[in-house]
């Protein structure tokens, strides 16, 4: 089945600086890459997705940019806020008539310093 | 438009014990998910339902089960509850595989085995 990874599991930068966060999957037959964004105490909430046939997709100060032939995948957080503070999620999913489960990293916790 | 909900909230069960979980979905949508969220080993999807069908199943043992009704609210069920088992028990509903993909999260129950 797909795996996922996830890099750094911790990322500390200083408000406007950009941060990055890294993720490679196994299964080249996955097609969808959403972000999530998971407040503490909150749900997981979609901040941007991308799908295979597209090789980057910007909104706002978010980015997410895909290389299907080494198969990772990254967010690009540019000008951060305090607010960005979370954990931040990648997955991967093979989109077929049969459905959409979403196989996910195991999480960037984020935190934005003053 | 209505947000995913889940019920209840919290639950407190004792091992051996069996429990059942509500989610609702967004009006119009037919695809529910469930995941099971833990500290150690983050998201990790269950099941997946489509037109009360189960689509996808995860990597769990039997002992978890769901269905869905054709308003397309979906139940999970956990028999004989192990220390194990204590997690944030997430549902996402989203349209159908031929839509967007986005999946929309409910903000969980709590489940906690004593």
């Known amino acids: 089945g797909e795996n996922v990874e996830q890099h750094p599991s911790t990322l500390s930068v200083q408000e406007g600086d950009s941060a990055v966060i890294k993720c490679t999957y196994s299964?080249?037959?996955?097609?969808?890459f959403p972000w999530y964004k998971q407040e503490l105490g909150k749900r997981p909430q979609l901040i941007i997705d991308i799908r295979s046939n597209v090789g980057e997709k910007k909104d706002q100060r978010i980015a997410v940019t895909l290389n299907k032939t080494a198969k990772h995948f990254s967010l690009h957080i540019t000008e951060t806020q305090p607010e960005d503070s979370a954990v931040y999620f990648c997955?991967?999913?093979?989109?077929?008539?049969?459905?959409?489960?979403?196989?996910f990293g195991t999480g960037t916790q984020l935190k934005v310093e003053l | 438009k209505a947000g995913v909900t889940q019920t209840p909230r919290y639950l407190i069960k004792t091992r051996g014990q069996q429990v059942t979980l509500s989610c609702s979905p967004i009006?119009?949508?037919?695809?529910v998910s469930w995941y099971q969220q833990t500290p150690g080993q983050g998201l990790q999807f269950l099941f997946e339902?489509?037109?009360?069908?189960?689509?996808n199943k995860g990597n769990f043992p039997g002992r978890f089960s769901g269905r869905q009704f054709s308003n397309s609210r979906s139940e999970m069920n956990v028999s004989t509850l192990e220390l194990g088992d204590s997690a944030l028990y997430l549902c996402?509903?989203?349209?159908?595989?031929?839509?967007?993909?986005?999946?929309?999260f409910g903000p969980g129950t709590r489940l906690t085995v004593l």
């Open positions: 009006s119009g949508h037919r695809s």
């Open positions: 996402a509903s989203s349209l159908t595989s031929g839509g967007p993909l986005e999946q929309f």
């Open positions: 997955a991967a999913s093979k989109v077929t008539g049969g459905g959409n489960k979403l196989t």
């Open positions: 299964d080249s037959a996955s097609n969808y």
């Open positions: 339902y489509f037109s009360e069908t189960q689509r």
